[in-house]
T-cell receptor, first 112, second 114 residues
Framework: GDSVTQMEGPVTLSEEAFLTINCTYT??????LFWYVQYPGEGLQLLLK?????DKGSNKGFEATYRKETTSFHLEKGSVQVSDSAVYFC???????????FGAGTTVTVRA | NAGVTQTPKFQVLKTGQSMTLQCAQD?????MSWYRQDPGMGLRLIHY???????DQGEVPNGYNVSRSTTEDFPLRLLSAAPSQTSVYFC?????????????FGSGTRLTVV
């Protein structure tokens, strides 16, 4: 079945540091890939998405490229801020279109 | 504001009690689903619905019931709460094309069973 593996962390960074969170997936066909973010005490918000190979999703300075050859969708941001402290989830919508398969989540803390 | 509304935000139950978690959306989405979030496990699908009158089981359905009598509402019922059901529960909905629009999540219900 479909599955997602992501770097679990926790990750602690200083402001303006470079952030990368690795995400790899297993799925048949051509799944859609997502990054969701969960700020403290809140629900999940869609951060970015990609629907086909080589697509690059981007939002709020974050980027991720759909790499079918390596089955990866790594999240990157060049210069993090304290406000980026959150839990980040990689997810896919694949063969079962009614379900999102999530990674375990990565807790990111950015210190001033 | 358009979106997914969950109530209550917090709940403490005693083992064996029953309760219903409410979920409502005002975006006319056909697809709705319930997930539970547990540390180190991401979110796991409990039940989902593809439209009024149609529901199906997800990965972890045991101990939970759902029904979908209207497009807007998708309540989750715990018949006899157990400590293993202590978790954060999220309701989500989406338009038909998940790849184009993604899912919209509610703010969650934190449930503790003692």
């Amino acid at each position: 079945g479909d599955s997602v593996t992501q770097m679990e962390g926790p990750v602690t960074l200083s402001e303006e540091a470079f952030l990368t969170i690795n995400c790899t997936y297993t799925a048949t066909g051509y799944p859609s890939l997502f990054w969701y973010v969960q700020y403290p005490g809140e629900g999940l918000q869609l951060l970015l998405k990609a629907t086909k190979a080589d697509d690059k999703g981007s939002n709020k300075g974050f980027e991720a490229t759909y790499r079918k050859e390596t089955t990866s969708f790594h999240l990157e941001k060049g210069s993090v801020q304290v406000s980026d402290s959150a839990v980040y989830f990689c997810a896919l919508s694949g063969s079962n279109d009614y379900k999102l398969s999530f990674g375990a989540g990565t807790t990111v803390t950015v210190r001033a | 504001n358009a979106g997914v509304t969950q109530t209550p935000k917090f709940q403490v139950l005693k083992t064996g009690q029953s309760m219903t978690l409410q979920c409502a959306q005002d975006m006319n989405h056909e697809y709705m689903s319930w997930y539970r979030q547990d540390p180190g496990m991401g979110l796991r699908l409990i039940h989902y619905s593809v439209g009024a009158g149609i529901t199906d089981q997800g990965e972890v359905p045991n101990g939970y019931n759902v029904s979908r009598s209207t497009t807007e509402d998708f309540p989750l019922r715990l018949l006899s709460a157990a400590p293993s059901q202590t978790s954060v529960y999220f309701c989500a909905s989406r338009a038909p094309a998940a790849g184009l629009y993604g899912y919209t999540f509610g703010s969650g219900t934190r449930l503790t069973v003692v």
